[in-house]
């Protein structure tokens, strides 16, 4: 399956709201997500459980800036895991806490 076509953020809500009687925990972000993952041929579970993220690809993943995504590892919203002098990574659950929408986590590995 390709996406030919940008999808419209409407369609994504409405996406979204038909499928939450059956997936729950499922958001516009968490739809998106698993949409890439479709597209390049890996599942997002399958994704995340294999190696920290690089901060590109959680801006690709989520849609966001690599600067966004830097601002929301400075406030506790994405785990950071220190991997050099500059270089860092993300750890993947709090990737997957905040594609489920939960709440900020604190950054107590550091």
Known sequence: MQITNRITP?????????????????????LIAALRAYKI?????????EKPYTRKEVADLLGLSVQTVHRMMKAGRLRRIQVGLRAVRIDPASVKLLLNGAAAISDTAE
């Open 41 to 49: 041929g890996e599942s997002p579970k399958t994704r995340q459980q």
């Open 10 to 30: 409407a369609v994504i809500q409405a996406a979204t709201a038909m499928l939450s009687p059956y997936v729950p925990e499922i958001s516009p972000q968490s």
